[in-house]
Every structure is written in C-alpha cells, then in structure tokens.
C-alpha cells in the first residue's frame, strides 16, 4: 500500500452536492454509506448528515457521509452511534490509501471542522492494528458484541445450500413441504404487524424494544422507493402470517435487520424459509454479501464466517468519554425495568424467534 499523502484531511461539502453515483463507485461502498439510509437516520435521531471529502487540497482520496446529533448543547458524531440500528458505517477509501491514516485525519475533522465533542467510528475493513498509537479507544458496552456472520452470496446457490448445517438445511425443506409460503410485502400493514411480533419477542425475554414503530415505518419509507429495502412475510398454509423479516441492501451487502415468528407455527420453520429466500433474492441482484446483523450463535447453521468489526471511539475530554461509557448501562437499565412491567400484557404468542439488532 502507498503511503498517504502529507496533508490528508477531509473537507465538508454541501449534503445536497454529493454525487452519489461517484460515491457508489467506490470499492468499499456499501448499504450504510447511501443516501437513502443516512437520511432514514437524520429522521429518526434528529441528526444532521455530514458529507466530507478527503483530500490532500488537489486531489480525491476517499469520502465520507455520517451524522452529528446534539446533545445538551455539545455535538456528537456518529458513523454510527450506538442505538442506530445500524452495525457500521465508516469510510470509503481508494485501495492505495492507508485506512488508518484516513481514520486519523476522520478524527481530525470530528475535532476540528465540525467541533465535535466525541467521535465514533465501525468501518466494515478498518481493524485495530491501523489505528494503534492514534488515540481512539475501543467501543467495549455491555452487551455489546463486534461479531457478525457473513455469507458469502457470490457463491452458486447449491453451494449456499450445501454450506448450511443438515439441520438448516432440513428446516426449509420441511416447511415446504408443510405448506409455508413467503410473499414480499409492500403494504402500509407490514410495519405495525413486525413491530407487533417483535415486541412480544423482546417481552418474553424482559426487555422492550430499542426503537418505535416509526422506525420501521421510516425505514420502509426512506429504503423501499430506492430499491433497497425486502420486507418478508412468511403464511402457512390456512393463509395466517407467522413469521416476518426485513432485509435492506445496497452496494455489495444485505442486512438482516429483524425477524420474527410465532411460537404455535414454529414447527413450520418459517425463519429458516425467510433466510433462504432472503439470500437468493438479493444474490439475483448482485449483492455479494449477507449480514446476518450481529453475533448470535443460531445464526451459525446458515454457513457463514465468523468476522469481527471493531468499534472505535475518541473524545475530547475525559469527561466525556466517562459519560458516554456510563449511557449504555442506563439504556440496559431502563430496558429491563420497561420489560418486567410489560411482560405478559402484549397478546402474542410466546417462544422464541428471530432477534433484529439493537445496535
């Protein structure tokens, strides 16, 4: 890799001025880097979208897109900030720039440019080794886990088949047989009937939700116009929808944002269905790889590989490093006791299913 430039530095452009088609080019471009994601999430956290350039004041090296949110008076920036349902962001970058070096000059202007209190950054091909010696500091929340499942979608689909475990591979064969159907939904219904399922998941596990229902309904509305968006629903055979999954992608990646299903079909196996129809969807469509939207160990009979994606962190002061250390633990808190007073109110089934993420 060639050495970076002396004076790399992003500079700030109008949000209304970036070409997207140029951004897209990018090797490194992805789901989280479009211009309809960063705006679903300038809605739903208040945020402002940022656009920046890198550049040594001639020439392109990389760009940037993420949020800063104001807090008390004091600016965040986010790429991402935890509770965005959004697992990373981060740069893009041409293959001959060090990455470290376009993190650190990323700080640079967190600090500087934008005057920013705090700075975080997960960026899917930046790993700690490039930012060693640089000042940031690992994202280490409670419950927080930098581990995902990738499938690899370029693959034939027999291969993808074959590379589940028997048992995965059985599930789907059952539930057709049994009957179970997938329609891809574009309904005003689709919201309120996932939020609905995966409240009573969250419930019966002591917890609520992170998020509202408006958040899937802006997700819906910002992703699915552009083409970036699969909502699933899977019935069984009476016609009853038992099960549904929601499934963004754009550039080389598709997200499994969040499932769920209902204890009484189980035996239908209607996730495995929706995972299987999922992936041959967007690999039809020329998406290379699948998130399965963090670590949990079921996810590991789909036939991915195991990838950590660190999160870093850097703040202007002690202070504020304390203080965003200590937010997650009151989120967890205030989960838990939302959870106990909501448990057994919501009157859908119990048992297991599919969690989407929280991050």
Not at 68 to 84: A, D, E, N, T
């Amino acid at each position: 890799m060639a050495a970076a430039p002396a004076r790399l530095m992003f500079r700030q452009i109008p949000w209304k001025h970036l070409d997207w088609d140029e951004s897209a080019a990018y090797h490194d471009y992805n789901l989280f880097h479009s211009k309809a994601w960063i705006e679903f999430l300038a809605e739903v956290q208040r945020a402002e979208p940022i656009a920046a350039i890198l550049t040594d004041g001639t020439n392109e090296y990389g760009r940037f897109v993420g949020l800063v949110v104001r807090r008390m008076g004091m600016k965040f920036l986010g790429c991402p900030l935890p509770g965005w349902t959004t697992p990373y962001m981060g740069m893009n970058v041409k293959p001959d720039i060090s990455r470290g070096d376009a993190a650190n000059a990323l700080a640079n202007f967190a600090f500087g440019g934008l005057g920013c209190v705090h700075f975080e950054l997960r960026d899917r091909w930046l790993q700690e080794s490039e930012v060693a010696g640089l000042g940031f500091g690992l994202r280490e929340d409670v419950g927080y886990d930098d581990r995902t499942f990738e499938l690899d979608l370029t693959q034939s689909e027999d291969s993808l088949f074959k590379g589940m475990d028997s048992a995965c591979r059985r599930c789907i064969r059952q539930g057709e047989k049994r009957g179970v159907t997938v329609e891809e939904a574009t309904d005003d219904e689709f919201a309120d009937e996932f939020y609905a399922q995966i409240t009573d998941v969250f419930v019966r596990q002591g917890l609520v939700p992170t998020y509202s229902a408006d958040r899937v309904k802006a997700l819906i509305r910002h992703l699915q116009p552009a083409g970036q968006l699969l909502l699933l629903r899977a019935r069984n055979a009476a016609g009853v929808c038992i099960a549904t999954g929601i499934f963004p992608a754009a550039g080389d990646v598709v997200l499994f944002w969040g499932g769920a299903s209902l204890k009484e079909h189980q035996n239908l196996r209607p996730n495995e269905t929706l995972h299987w129809y999922a992936m041959r969807y967007w690999k039809a469509r020329g998406i290379a790889r699948y998130d399965m939207g963090g670590y949990m160990e079921y996810k590991r009979k789909y036939g991915g590989a195991e990838v950590a994606i660190p999160g870093f962190r850097k703040s202007r002061s002690q202070v504020i490093s304390a203080a965003r250390s200590l937010a997650p633990r009151g989120m967890r808190a205030k989960q838990l006791v939302l959870g106990r007073v909501y448990r057994g109110r919501i009157p859908h089934s119990d048992g297991p299913a599919q969690m989407p993420i929280t991050d």
